[in-house]
């Protein structure tokens, strides 16, 4: 599938809790990887689906959009593209590389994206030289 398509034929999400559902199936992801990935309860992710939750906390909503691959905008208001990628795929220095690497990590087993995540994690922790001069992240 590419990056920020849709290729289901169901109605457009109203709300929140309709674009969460209908971008878990999309991606063939769970609620349970969601409410890891966010640190909230399963509770709180059925509120939110159910419409008893407004709006989510705004770190909530960040977190919930990264790991759904879209924006804080499309989430709360529907209005804009799922996910912009490709725009900005297109302006990268490198954008076949770019759209590669995003598809290949896009593809990957849930468990697979979580070492990936962690590997990058400790890297950004890590200290590194770069041009001789130490720095630290």
């Known amino acids: 599938m590419e990056i920020g398509t849709d290729t289901t034929a169901r109605m457009p999400a109203a709300t929140l809790g309709d674009r969460i559902t209908s971008r878990l199936l999309d991606m063939g992801l769970s609620a349970a990887e969601l409410t890891r990935?966010?640190?909230?309860?399963?509770?709180?992710?059925?509120?939110?689906?159910?419409?008893?939750?407004?709006?989510l906390k705004p770190e909530n909503l960040v977190q919930t959009a990264e790991f759904l691959a879209t924006t804080e905008r499309w989430l709360t208001f529907g209005r804009d593209a799922r996910c912009d990628l490709q725009g900005r795929i297109r302006e990268a220095p490198y954008?076949?590389?770019?759209?590669?690497?995003?598809?290949?990590?896009?593809?990957?087993?849930?468990?697979?994206?979580?070492?990936?995540?962690?590997?990058?994690?400790?890297?950004?922790?890590?200290?590194?030289?770069?041009?001789?001069?130490?720095r630290r992240r």
Do not use: C, K, N, Y
């Open 37 to 55: 990935f966010v640190g909230v309860t399963s509770e709180a992710l059925s509120q939110w689906e159910s419409g008893e939750t407004e709006g």
């Open 95 to 134: 954008p076949g590389e770019l759209l590669s690497l995003v598809q290949t990590i896009a593809s990957m087993a849930p468990p697979e994206r979580a070492h990936l995540q962690a590997v990058a994690d400790a890297l950004a922790r890590s200290t590194a030289t770069w041009d001789g001069v130490e």
